[in-house]
């Protein structure tokens, strides 16, 4: 598994080639034009805040594309279809309506529709990466990743184009998409793919796609259920206490943790069976080919929690900042921010026994899926049992 | 010296400062929060009575479950945590310290060539221009140098990433400060101070003035959060902190006023903002603070923060008119009332308290099925909610809408109503007439009430009869039409069908006998809603409207029998209150917790993203003027992370890069 040594192009190095400037000048350009259009609409008290998050996200995503260039084709590829959303939408006098008749919302690019192309992309994705997995076929495994992709381009699109949507609908509606169940589902199911693509390129192996992408599709069942069994799907307006620009940068930070968390928990399967198979010694298992070794699973194991963990920590001191601004008090043991206090204690404790005692194997496999557990109610099991002020997102 | 060293290791301080001990201590940690989280914390102690039995409430009491946060064995747990923490960084300190700063130049050369990473090789050049040469790549790539002239030549040690062991003091003394801090804000110390007998939570509410003085804190109270409800026009130099199973007063050396306080709310009808117009008077200020606070966007005055955290009823001006509902009189007597008010009333049918509670603006619903525009709420508009309380002390529960109700065409007036807080709801819907008013219900009623008006109905069929057999029978059947009637008035539906199964055993012919009785009924109150309908003008043939009337008013009496006290109060106007409900803390604290948490997250991505590394480069200069060369290196964490870049630079210096040791597949 060691990869020669390639030298390291910093993030200032790959910021002045030519590529670089151009994607920066793209970015810098996307964003001024949302300014342009929609800068009006930012909420006029927070509106500095608001300004701040935008020239956040700019730097934030010229960053990102830069340090991993796949970024730089997806970002243009969502902003190409989201403006073809809302350029749709606008042709036919900005009305919600819209979406029934004109062709590229009716079929593609209205939150609806872009979402149901996102669910079906990523189930038909992990079918195709089990399948290339069992005929350990490369190019299936190449369609795999495309569909995976494509899944992500028209996810994102769903959560643009439903933020134009939510101010068609009514200009008091107005907000980012990620303040109900529904809405953090998508972004849930968004960001755990991204992560696994990162890691699919870093470990040059696609076996492991299946596995990430079977949580990935459970919450994309559970999005099917909730927008056809119980009508999640419209828009609904904000309550007052997430009327707040916290709710922007909190809810993603949470997610890239719960992603992360799922991630690990997902590749623990694979490297269970694997464990399985070396210790039965039988060294002439086709397996033993197709999945990477146990101790590249284990790496990424390790880095996908360390990095949910701080951005897991962030999130949850952002909450404290946020609940500190709207309910009086940075912390109230409401059930939610409680069982976010688990969750971080198990993953620290989780990290604890990695870094110091040097614990490593099946038992951190299975206690990576344990977390995957705590993780789950934390997110779901506390709207479903629990009541508390984070009452928004019940089920 | 020696003194401290040996403190460090004393067991006492291994035990507390090792790693199992924290673990322990953190699973407690998290397993008091699941209990938290899952047994609902700060109820009245009733409904624990009632969820587990006295016996088991007990022991929960006894555990402090009911307020697990602040119990005392949790408040240890943390306690012990910190004294976990403490010590292990306190035992660590010292050699995490000198392992950041040293370069590790005493490393022998026997114990380079142990080293996981290690190559040996040699050069033609000699050792002075090697060095430079190796010192530049070195520090290119970003790792610090320190020359050492040993072992019969020259070592450059090297290394990179200090920062990690800087990370692990930043995240350890975060999580102390961070729970310090939470400390500071917690309510600790009028724990400490009830069992010294100083403080004592006011369970009654009663009037300012009569608070328990043991449950009133000054000023100088250093941390807290309140909440306090502010009438619009009024202010407040107080607030509320609840405490065990009452609450404390909480002086404040400022007034809050609310000088306005508004709800909007979206078309649906739910609320959309809510923000209070407060002034804010010291007297420490030369100018009154004038501005307006709403969620999320708090006023911070000094060490204070006052949050617009919910909204109640000020004491809005309900007036009302009572309507009998068991007399023959038709004229409702009018009522002022105030929320939070009680009124006593006296009447011929006993004496009874109306205590208004809310009054809401808005009472949003879903729908079962989305409207004509597509939408799954519906706003019932706004309602008062009351209670009727009789002279024993049982009272009713009503909420009473000010808003006529539309079903299928037809208009009502709505009211909900339930015997205890185990029940559900139940509604009557009293159909209105052609003015939007109850009159004619109110009138029909009468008429059922009025045994007179009754009897010239029923008689009227009878005058004309001259064959007394005939006349003997219908004055029979007169009498048990009252005296169906009479039921029905009393009991409804239900009291009919209790009434048969006593009269009629067969129960497969009950429902026949139950129809026919309902027919004699019906004829009779036909008469009876005819008359009413006769007082507005003469009837010729009654329409599809004034028919669908009468079947609602023989339902609306029909839930009238359960509806409690005889008298159904119509709002007929309300004058809105509005209460501005603030939350103010004063929370040290909170700086201390930023604080930490930032120090937590720089930490967090010290350890995990800085790696310290190692290098060595031992030059051994050789009588020919070439150099021997020893170069190994380390990584703090896996050797297996720095091989590609070791590699690299075993490249760089021209060495042909060895076999690996220590390297395993
Ligand atoms: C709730 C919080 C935490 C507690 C109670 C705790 C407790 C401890 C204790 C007692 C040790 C000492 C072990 C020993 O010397 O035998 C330790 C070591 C360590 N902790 Fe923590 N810790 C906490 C959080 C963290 C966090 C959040 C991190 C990092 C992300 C962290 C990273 C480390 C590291 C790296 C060591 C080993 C230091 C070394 O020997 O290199 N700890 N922790």
Redesign the pocket.
């Known amino acids: 598994m060691t990869a020669g040594y390639t030298g390291q192009l910093t993030l200032l190095q790959s910021l002045l080639s030519v590529r670089g400037i151009l994607w920066s000048l793209f970015i810098i350009f996307a964003s001024w034009l949302g300014w342009d259009r929609y800068g009006e609409l930012m909420n006029a008290n927070d509106r500095s805040y608001e300004t701040g998050i935008l020239i956040g996200v700019t730097l934030g995503g010229i960053a990102f594309g830069l340090a991993w260039k796949s970024m730089q084709s997806l970002m243009v590829a969502v902003l190409i279809m989201t403006w073809i959303g809302i350029v749709s939408y606008a042709a036919h006098g900005d009305s919600y309506k819209a979406q029934e008749t004109a062709f590229f919302l009716k079929f593609l690019f209205s939150s609806q529709s872009a979402i149901m192309w996102m669910n079906f992309l990523f189930i038909f994705a992990m079918v195709t990466y089990f399948f290339a997995l069992w005929r350990d076929s490369s190019f299936a495994g190449k369609v795999a990743t495309g569909l995976t992709w494509s899944a992500v381009a028209f996810g994102l699109t769903g959560m643009g184009v439903r933020w134009r949507e939510s101010y068609l609908i009514n200009p008091d509606y107005g907000h980012i998409p990620v303040s109900n169940l529904y809405e953090v589902f998508i972004l849930f199911a968004i960001i755990t793919a991204l992560l696994y693509l990162y890691y699919e390129q870093k470990i040059r192996s696609r076996s492991l796609g299946g596995f990430v992408l079977a949580v990935i599709s459970a919450a994309v069942s559970f999005i099917l259920w909730y927008t056809f069994g119980r009508d999640a799907a419209e828009i609904q307006p904000l309550v007052p206490a997430l009327k707040s620009y916290w709710m922007k940068i909190h809810v993603p930070a949470n997610f890239i943790g719960y992603g992360t968390f799922a991630l690990a928990a997902m590749i623990a399967i694979p490297f269970l069976w694997r464990h399985r198979i070396e210790q039965r010694g039988d060294s002439s298992n086709p397996w033993l080919t197709r999945l990477p070794t146990l101790a590249t699973m284990e790496d990424v194991m390790y880095k996908a929690i360390a990095f949910g ?1 701080a951005f897991f ?1 962030i999130a949850t001191i952002l909450g404290a900042m946020w609940a500190a601004e709207a309910w009086g008090g940075y912390w109230s043991w409401d059930p939610k921010e409680t069982w976010a206090l688990i969750v971080w ?1 198990n993953y ?1 404790a989780w ?2 026994f990695r ?2 005692k040097g614990w490593a194997g099946t038992r951190m496999a299975w206690w990576a899926i344990l977390g995957l557990l705590i993780t789950t109610f934390a997110f779901l099991g506390v709207n479903m049992f629990l009541s508390g002020l984070h009452s928004y997102g019940s089920l | 010296m020696d003194k401290k060293r040996s403190l460090k290791h004393h067991p006492l301080l291994t035990f507390i ?3 199992n ?2 673990i322990v ?2 699973v407690m940690l998290a397993i008091a929060s699941v209990i938290g989280t899952i047994l609902k914390q700060n109820e009245a102690y009733a409904s624990y009575v009632i969820k587990f039995g006295p016996f088991w409430f007990d022991v929960f009491r006894t555990l402090e479950l009911y307020d697990v946060y602040s119990a005392i064995w949790f408040l240890a747990v943390l306690a012990f ?1 910190l004294l ?2 403490s ?2 960084v306190w ?2 300190w010292a050699h ?1 310290v000198r392992d950041m700063f040293s370069y590790q130049e005493h490393t022998h050369a026997a114990q380079l060539q142990k080293m996981g990473l290690s190559v040996q090789g040699a050069r033609s050049e000699d050792s002075a221009q090697i060095r430079d040469e190796a010192q530049q790549l070195f520090k290119k790539t970003g790792f610090k140098c320190k020359v050492e002239h040993k072992d019969a030549g020259t070592l450059i040690a090297a290394k990179k990433g200090a920062g990690h ?1 800087l ?2 003091f930043f ?2 003394i975060a ?1 102390v400060i961070i729970c310090l801090g939470a400390l500071l804000d917690s309510n600790i110390k009028f724990k400490v101070q009830e069992w010294m007998g100083s403080v004592q939570a006011e369970t009654r509410s009663i009037a300012l003035t009569d608070v328990n003085p043991k449950a009133n804190i000054a000023v100088d109270n250093n941390s807290f959060r309140g909440s306090v409800n502010i009438p619009e026009g009024k202010s407040a130099d107080v607030v509320f902190l609840t405490f065990k199973e009452g609450y404390l007063v909480q002086k404040l050396p400022f007034t809050v006023q609310v000088v306005d306080f508004r709800v909007e709310h979206y078309d649906t009808g739910m609320p959309k903002s809510f923000e209070s117009d407060i002034i804010l008077n010291a007297p420490e200020l030369a100018e009154p603070i004038k501005t307006t606070i709403y969620v999320n966007k708090p006023l911070y005055y000094k060490d204070y923060a006052i949050y617009q955290s919910s909204f109640g009823d000020g004491g809005s001006k309900v007036a009302l008119r009572a309507w009998p509902l068991v007399s023959n009189q038709t004229n409702p007597s009018k009522l002022m009332g105030e929320v939070n008010r009680i009124i006593s009333m006296n009447t011929p049918i006993g004496d009874y308290k109306l205590e208004l509670n809310d009054y809401k603006t808005n009472n949003v619903i879903d729908l079962p099925e989305p409207d004509a525009n597509g939408r799954k709420v519906k706003n019932l508009g706004p309602s008062v909610q009351f209670k009727v309380r009789d002279a024993q002390g049982q009272a009713l529960e009503y909420e009473n809408y000010l808003l006529a109700v539309e079903r299928g065409g037809a208009w009502y007036q709505a009211s909900k109503f339930r015997r205890s807080m185990a029940e559900d709801f139940q509604f009557l819907l009293l159909p209105l007439d052609e003015q939007q008013s109850l009159n004619r219900f109110m009138r029909f009623l009468a008429q059922l009430n009025d045994r007179q008006s009754m009897d010239a109905i029923l008689n009227s069929a009878i005058e004309n009869e001259t064959d007394p057999v005939k006349r003997e029978q219908l004055e029979t059947q007169k009498r048990f039409m009252q005296q169906l009637i009479n039921l029905f008035r009393l009991r409804g539906f239900d009291g009919i069908r209790g009434y048969l199964e006593q009269a009629v055993p067969e129960a497969d012919k009950r429902e026949q006998v139950f129809n026919q009785y309902l027919e004699i009924m019906t004829v009779a109150m036909q008469g009876l809603y005819l008359k009413t309908l006769e007082q507005e003008g003469p009837v010729v043939e009654t329409n599809e409207a004034q028919r669908r009337f009468f079947a609602d008013s023989i339902e609306a009496v029909n839930t009238l029998t359960a509806y409690g006290p005889p008298i159904f109060f119509e709002i007929t106007s309300v004058d809105h209150r509005e209460a501005s409900g603030l939350q103010i803390t004063k929370s040290p604290g909170k700086d201390v917790v930023y604080f930490g948490s930032l120090l ?1 997250v720089i ?2 991505f010290l ?2 993203y800085v790696r310290p590394q190692r290098l060595w480069l031992l030059l051994q200069p050789q009588n020919d003027g070439s150099t021997q060369l020893i170069f190994a290196g380390k990584d703090g964490k896996d050797d297996k992370l720095l091989q590609p870049f070791f590699d690299h630079l075993t490249q760089q210096l021209q060495l042909a890069s060895a076999t690996i040791q220590g390297e395993n597949s």
């Open positions: 963990f920590t204690l620290a990290l604890h870094m110091s | 400062g090792s790693m001990l924290a201590l953190l945590l976990s923490i010590a292990c035992r660590n995490f062991r990370g692990y995240t350890h999580i937590l930490g967090t350890l995990f």
